[in-house]
């Protein structure tokens, strides 16, 4: 029994040492993976070593199906080296290397996704030695980049479980991608009633992975402003890339705890007139209903326009705020106070009267809400400082209108004003125009103007030098309590006119000197003969014209001036007394021993007139007249000297 235990044990020994002698004799060496993209050419090496020479060896390449069957795609040895026929890889592949160098090298073309197999290499001896190896060939296809949608609604706090976020989706990938989301740089995952994260794997037709995530939160106050966003990992030939989606936010609703309400415009104090908008808004942002009222008033929105707001206006102005979800109501209120400026009220109330030399005070005031300053001015000028406004030693250029302007400086624009007029008494003054002198042609309109000033306004009147009353063209006060007069007439001589201005103070007078000017022409020569006249014989020499000569205008002497008018009558006067005393004297026979009966009329009109001759120095003009003032005919009074006899 021992013998026979013996022999056993020896003939196991030898197989023992017969097969280590053959495992000995080929050693295979692979890499565990290859990688590669899908469409790109893979290469599996195998290497060995092994005692038999390249006619001992018999090569054979295969790969496994469904992880247990084997299916040979290449046999090679001393004698022959085929691709087996039918297999997926027949038109793909090719082996390099006849094993003398201990290497063979496995080319696969155009890899596909299918092929990412176990391919192994067999290598065995004539000694019936044999080893192999085992290469896993890896397939990869990188995915298009992500893409997110966030729900588009706001999601509350006070919801029990946690709500849907948003989705994200990775297409066409290989092998599978993977989704990662994260919230301020933070990875998510699973937290019962926290956080949820969904993917769904989706194998599409051409054996791709599509990769979907769906991520709900339990949201807080403080996600309001939490940037959220997923990423993608997916593994390439020897390292894992990434790709990261756009950042998004969400609305997280969450409830008020307190109510504010507030003047938006205008900033800082207000007054009456302006208008004035409230707003109201709670610190949360869950949708409420909100309504601003006050004393009198109530405007059911966040916002309340006031316009041209008043003094009556002024008070407390609640928000009331109730919340849709919790239907908690909340309360804040404001106060608002409306400024006033009151209208200026000046004393004296009216108009003012003061004589020459007078003196006067007035006040203005105007109630407010705010401190103010009055200022006067006059004529646009400022002359005083504060509510009261002293005239003192009256005088014409007192006269005037005076305003007050009252002004709030707290508030820009805040302003009221009121008038005072003041009137003094006093005689007419007549402003005296630039020239008084004035010349126009005959018969033409001359248009004088006359300003005349004072108190009560002055009545103006128009005449002229020779008693005529003119009519008043027109006549207005203008703005600085000046009377302006109009007047306009024909001009037919040369005269004085009269601007009378008078009050019952006085009176005040302008004189205008208005002269005439003329064109006159003689277009033939003009001869007179010696006249006798009884016993006074006048002789009146010739004067010759040429014909169509132009005589240069003549300026009429100012003979229809008083005076001169007055030297006239006054003479033709002493002429009629003369001629009286001379017929009385011829009646009664004491001139040249005629008695007063002889008829003196007898051939009056040849003997007994005495002609006078009026001569202008400057016109040339000769006036005659008779002892009687008879102006005698002009056709001997060209000029030439009139000699009188008795």
């Not at 794997?201 to 940037?227: I, M, N, P, Q």
């Not at 404001?334 to 020459?356: S, W």
């Not at 009146?540 to 030297?567: C, F, L, Q, Y």
């Not at 033709?572 to 017929?583: E, N, P, R």
């Amino acid at each position: 029994m021992a013998v026979q235990d013996s022999g056993a044990l020896l003939v196991g020994l030898l197989l023992l040492f017969h097969t280590w002698g053959a495992w000995a004799a080929v050693e295979v060496s692979m890499e565990d993976r290859v990688e590669v993209f899908r469409g790109q050419t893979a290469q599996i090496t195998c290497m060995f070593q092994s005692d038999d020479g390249v006619g001992g060896l018999t090569i054979q390449w295969s790969y496994v199906i469904r992880g247990v069957e084997r299916q040979r795609i290449y046999y090679q040895d001393s004698t022959t080296n085929e691709i087996d026929r039918h297999t997926r890889f027949t038109d793909r592949i090719s082996v390099e290397g006849n094993g003398a160098t201990g290497q063979v090298v496995l080319t696969i073309r155009d890899v596909q996704l299918d092929d990412e197999l176990d391919f192994i290499c067999q290598i065995k001896s004539l000694t019936d030695g044999k080893g192999e190896g085992l290469t896993k060939l890896k397939v990869f296809v990188i995915p298009e980049p992500p893409t997110i949608e966030a729900v588009g609604k706001g999601i509350s706090i006070n919801e029990e479980f946690p709500s849907k976020i948003a989705t994200c989706e990775v297409k066409n990938g290989f092998p599978r991608p993977n989704i990662t989301w994260y919230k301020n740089g933070i990875p998510q995952y699973n937290v019962p009633d926290v956080v949820a994260v969904l993917p769904t794997v989706t194998v599409e037709s051409s054996g791709l992975y599509s990769v979907k995530s769906v991520l709900s939160l339990k949201v807080t106050k403080e996600d309001k402003d939490a940037t959220l966003y997923c990423d993608v990992s997916f593994f390439v030939p020897a390292e894992t890339r990434m790709f990261e989606s756009k950042n998004f936010t969400i609305t997280v609703y969450y409830p008020s705890t307190s109510v504010n309400v507030w003047v938006e415009s205008p900033k800082g104090k207000i007054k009456e007139g302006d208008s004035v908008e409230l707003h109201c808004s709670g610190d949360g942002n869950m949708p409420s209903s909100y309504t601003i009222k006050n004393k009198d008033e109530e405007h059911s929105d966040s916002t309340w326009v006031l316009e041209n707001v008043t003094r009556q206006q002024s008070g407390a102005y609640e928000c009331s705020s109730l919340d849709t979800d919790t239907y908690e109501e909340m309360t804040g209120t404001v106060n608002v106070f409306v400024n006033y400026l009151d209208p200026a009220v000046v004393k004296p109330d009216g108009p003012a009267e003061l004589a020459i030399g007078a003196e006067m005070m007035a006040t203005c005031n105007a109630l407010s809400s705010l401190t103010t300053q009055i200022t006067w001015f006059k004529d646009g000028q400022e002359i005083s400082k504060g509510n009261t406004l002293n005239l003192k030693d009256a005088t014409v250029d007192t006269a005037g209108m005076y305003k007050c302007v009252v002004t709030a400086p707290e508030i820009e624009g805040m302003e009221t004003s009121g008038m005072l007029e003041v009137y003094v008494q006093s005689p007419p003054e007549i402003t005296k125009p630039d020239s008084t002198d004035i010349e126009e042609t005959f018969e033409n309109i001359v248009k004088l103007e006359c300003k005349a000033r004072g108190f009560p306004v002055p009545t103006v009147m128009w005449t002229t030098s020779d008693g005529k009353v003119l009519k008043t063209a027109s006549q207005e006060e203008t703005k600085d309590g000046v009377l302006l007069s109009v007047t306009s007439f024909k001009v037919t001589s040369d005269v004085m006119v009269f601007c009378n201005a008078s009050n019952a103070y006085g009176t005040d007078m302008v004189t205008f000197n208005i002269k005439a000017t003329t064109h006159t022409t003689t277009s033939a020569t003009t001869t007179t003969s010696p006249t006798t006249i009884s016993s006074t014989t006048t002789t009146i020499s010739s004067a010759t014209v040429k014909p169509e000569t132009a005589i240069p205008p003549k300026r009429i002497k100012k003979e229809g001036s008083g005076v001169i008018i007055a030297v006239i009558i006054i003479c033709i006067l002493l002429l009629a007394v003369l001629g009286s005393v001379l017929y009385y004297l011829y009646k009664k026979g004491k001139i040249c021993g005629r008695s007063g009966k002889q008829d003196l009329t007898k051939e009056k009109s040849n003997k007994d007139n005495i002609v006078v001759e009026m001569k202008s120095d400057n016109t040339e003009e000769a006036v005659l007249l008779g002892v009687n003032g008879e102006k005698q005919p002009t056709s001997d009074q060209s000029g030439e000297y009139l000699d009188v006899q008795k």
